[in-house]
């Protein structure tokens, strides 16, 4: 069971981590809107995102960095009033140039943070998969209520609501945290939940080659489902406007991950964490091949399937990177790792789009699928390193 002070810090951090996620995953369930607004196609619509995912991952590396310096609760409340202020941007937003600019704010104050929060429970909680595998399940949440509450927003009032009640549940959230986190002069915890001795060097650039494949992987498919959902699924709830059907789905396929990361947290704490994430990436590859194929009963129960399977790699990946990182570096380990999944990850965004124009946005997912087949064997050549 977790003590009191670990369920304070679980629920603050999840509430960060929903609002994280949320924001970053309305642009996708948008694009549909976006593109007749601003008369733009998919694919400059993709690299727009891209661009501000990859904010989202770059500044994770400086925050992982002055972590220990000025304290969680310092960094905590950067990220919030300045996603708020962001948000804000994007509403008075009239132009797609102001739009990028402001996306791309955004995405660099959310990057704060991953490496905050993460650090801050590695370091108070001694179960560490579980508590991974809990603070996933409200980032999980947030990424299903970004899409659904996007496309409602969108299609009841408009758009920009979506970004305008994100800068307002930020401003809520920075009130509460400067109220209930008390000031510390003692920026660095000496207790550390993790003991993990020096950091381990080749295997951790090892899981940063799999933390790449994965964010690529995650990119590729979750910036083109909805509108995939939009414009392909049929039979299935058509008196739906198109932009509300396919976050609909969308969010659906990502509240499966929710069950996912407290699998991934409790299987993570019973079994071998880097034969999981074998297991995992050979479980993505046939569900990604037919979440693409064009008929609607198979695409909803494989991306069901989908969001329970790739959610699970969140908190096992976490708990591997507290365990091949010294206390002193875990922070930038952090950090790094977000830089790699979120920021190199989003190039998946900019490129996925030019396949979809191409070939059209069911070609996508299959295309992926070949990524995890790659993490498949560097995670083969991981166990043998860390053994």
């Known amino acids: 069971m977790f003590s009191r002070d670990s369920k304070i810090i679980l629920i603050l951090t999840g509430l960060s981590h929903f609002n994280v996620h949320s924001g970053m995953l309305i642009f996708p369930a948008i694009m549909g809107i976006l593109m007749k607004e601003f008369e733009v196609n998919l694919s400059t619509l993709g690299w727009v995102y891209m661009i501000s995912n990859f904010m989202f991952g770059l500044g994770a590396i400086p925050a992982g960095w002055i972590e220990r310096k000025i304290g969680?609760?310092?960094?905590?409340?950067?990220?919030?009033?300045?996603?708020?202020?962001?948000?804000?941007?994007?509403?008075?937003?009239?132009?797609?140039?102001?739009?990028?600019?402001?996306?791309?704010?955004?995405?660099l104050f959310c990057s704060i943070y991953h490496p905050a929060g993460l650090t801050l429970i590695s370091r108070r909680i001694s179960q560490t998969s579980r508590a991974m595998g809990y603070h996933g399940m409200a980032g999980s949440s947030g990424l299903a209520a970004g899409p659904l509450l996007a496309a409602w927003l969108a299609s009841s009032i408009s758009w920009r609501w979506a970004y305008g009640s994100l800068a307002i549940f930020c401003l809520v959230l920075a009130a509460v945290t400067a109220i209930v986190i008390p000031t510390r002069k003692v920026a660095v915890c000496e207790e550390d939940a993790v003991q993990s001795g020096p950091t381990r060097i080749f295997p951790l650039l090892m899981y940063y080659v799999i933390a790449v494949l994965i964010g690529l992987t995650f990119y590729g498919f979750s910036t083109y489902m909805p509108i995939h959902f939009s414009e392909n699924l049929e039979g299935v709830l058509e008196s739906l406007d198109g932009v509300v059907r396919g976050g609909f789905f969308a969010t659906l396929v990502l509240v499966a991950g929710i069950p996912g990361q407290l699998l991934g947290g409790r299987w993570g704490e019973k079994f071998d964490k880097v034969r999981l994430l074998q297991m995992i990436a050979i479980a993505h590859i046939p569900l990604l091949i037919a979440f693409g194929v064009n008929r609607s009963e198979i695409m909803i129960l494989s991306g069901v399937l989908l969001g329970v399977v790739h959610f699970m790699v969140q908190p096992i990946g976490n708990a591997l990177i507290a365990k091949l990182t010294s206390d002193t570096s875990r922070g930038l380990g952090y950090g790094i790792s977000f830089f790699l999944s979120f920021g190199i990850g989003s190039l998946a965004s900019g490129f996925g789009g030019n396949l979809a124009v191409k070939y059209g946005v069911s070609m996508v997912f299959p295309f992926v699928a070949i990524l995890m087949l790659m993490v498949f064997f560097v995670a083969l050549f991981l166990r043998r390193a860390i053994q």
């Open 72 to 107: 969680g609760r310092t960094l905590l409340l950067i990220y919030l009033l300045g996603a708020a202020a962001s948000g804000i941007m994007v509403v008075l937003s009239r132009d797609l140039k102001t739009l990028t600019a402001a996306l791309m704010m955004l995405g």
